[in-house]
C-alpha cells in the first residue's frame, strides 16, 4: 500500500474511539441509583444496542425518511423501559438518559493516540451518530477531532456508500487520500471497495468478556493494530 | 438579554476570525514573486472578493444548483487573473492561488479568544466558506472548532436563514441557545429576526485603511465588542 498520498483518517466511533458499552453501563447503574430502580445495566445497554441496526434498516432502504441518530435512539429507549418494567419516569429524565451516548468514555489510547495522528492527518469522523452526538462527546471525552462527518453530512446510513464518499468529498479528497479507521470488518468492508484506506483497530472488550465478532480482521486490511498508538506508529507519526 | 441558556456560539469567519484581505495579499505577493509577475495585491484581493457576493446570488435565488465556494473562487479566479493580464499559468499555479482561501490568519485575538469561549460554549463556524476550507484553515491557524457549519451542511448561503437555522438545528439546538458573532451588521441583521442572540465585534480594517462599512453597530446588538478577549470578557469567560 502506498500510504504517502493518505491526507485524512476517517474514524468509526462507536466501539473503534469510545467504549460505548461500558459508558453505558456507567450511566445506567446511575440512571437506577437516581430513580431508585433495578435494574441489569450490561443487559439494557445491549439490549439498547440491539435495536439501533433494524431502526437504520428502513432508512437505508428509502422507505423511511432520514432521521437522526438522537431521535432513534430516544424513539427505541422508550419501549426499551416498559420491556424492563420501568415506567413514571419524567420526559426530562428520559431524555437524561437518552444523551448518554453523548458523554461515552474514549478507549484509553484514544486521546493522546488522535493528538499524535492530528500532527499529520486531519481527523474527522464518519460515524452513523449525529453531529450534536459527536460534539458533545468530544467535549467531554477531550476528543480532537478537526471535521464531524459521516451519516449526518450524507444523509445516510453506514455501510450506505455515500457515507464513506460524502465524507472524503466534503474534505476535498478522494477515496484513496482517505484512511478508514474501524473495529469493525463491516465498516471497511463497504469502504475498502470504494477506494478508501483501511485500517483495523482491534476493540476485543467492545461488547464484554464475551465478545465473537470482530475479534480479528476478516480480511488482509491495509493496516492492522492493537490501539491507536500503534495505528500513530503505522502512520509514522 | 438573558445569557443564561447560551450554549453555543456561531461564527461568521471571513472578516471576523481571519483577516482575508491581508492574508491574501500575502499569498498573493508570494504568488507574483514565484511566477515572476507585476501585480496589484490589494486591487487583486479586492477584486477577487467583490466577485463572490454576486456569484452566489443565483444559488441564493435557486437558479443554480448549489456549488461550494472553493468552486466559485476558481471559476472567479480564472477570469480575474485575465483582466490583471495574467496568462500561461499552470493549472497547478491557479489551485495554489486559489487555496490561498484555506490559508488566511487570524485576527491576533482569535485564537487566544476561542480557547477562553471554548471552556464554556460550543464553538461552531456559521460561514459560506465549505468545510474543507474551514478544516484547512483551521489546522493552518490552529482554530479550536468544534463543529463546522454554515453553507455547506444547509446548502444555502447567508444571508438565507436555512443557513443560520441549519447550524443551529445540528447541534440540536434552537436558535436562542445561539450567539451569532459577526463583524458584519448584515449577518446579524439576518440571524437577530430568527431568535439568535447577536455579537458585533468590530474589524475596522476588515477591506483596509479606508474601510467605510461595518465600522460601527447599525443596531443595539445584545453584544458590541472590539475582539474575541471582550467577547469572553462579556460571556464571563
Redesign the interface.
Known amino acids: 500500500m502506498d500510504r504517502s498520498n493518505i491526507k485524512a483518517l476517517l474514524f468509526d466511533v462507536f466501539g473503534t474511539v469510545v467504549d460505548w458499552r461500558g459508558s453505558l453501563v456507567r450511566e445506567l447503574r446511575q440512571f437506577a441509583k437516581r430513580n431508585a430502580i433495578a435494574l441489569d445495566p450490561e443487559r439494557f445497554a445491549d439490549d439498547w444496542r440491539a435495536l439501533y441496526d433494524p431502526q437504520m434498516a428502513p432508512i437505508r432502504a428509502g422507505t423511511r425518511a432520514w432521521t437522526r441518530l438522537?431521535a432513534l435512539h430516544r424513539e427505541s429507549l422508550v419501549p426499551l423501559l416498559a420491556r424492563h418494567a420501568i415506567s413514571g419516569l419524567a420526559e426530562a429524565e428520559i431524555d437524561r438518559l437518552n444523551t448518554a451516548w453523548h458523554r461515552l468514555d474514549p478507549w484509553p489510547d484514544a486521546v493522546p493516540g488522535l493528538w499524535r495522528l492530528k500532527r499529520r492527518f486531519?481527523l474527522?469522523t464518519c460515524s452513523n451518530a449525529?453531529?450534536?452526538l459527536i460534539?458533545?462527546m468530544?467535549?467531554n471525552a477531550g476528543l480532537p477531532w478537526?471535521?464531524?462527518?459521516g451519516a449526518?453530512?450524507a444523509r445516510a446510513y453506514k455501510p450506505q456508500p455515500e457515507a464513506y464518499l460524502g465524507s472524503a468529498d466534503?474534505?476535498?479528497?478522494k477515496p484513496e487520500q482517505c484512511l478508514m479507521v474501524a473495529a469493525h470488518n463491516g465498516d471497511l468492508e463497504a469502504a475498502g471497495p470504494l477506494g478508501f484506506h483501511t485500517a483495523f483497530v482491534a476493540r476485543p472488550t467492545e461488547h464484554g468478556a464475551g465478545q465473537e465478532r470482530n475479534l480479528a480482521p476478516s480480511r488482509a486490511w491495509d493496516i492492522v493494530v492493537e490501539d491507536f498508538h500503534a495505528l500513530a506508529a503505522a502512520l509514522d507519526c
Open positions: 438522537d486531519v474527522a449525529n453531529t450534536a460534539v458533545n468530544a467535549r478537526d471535521a464531524v462527518l449526518e453530512p466534503w474534505l476535498g479528497l
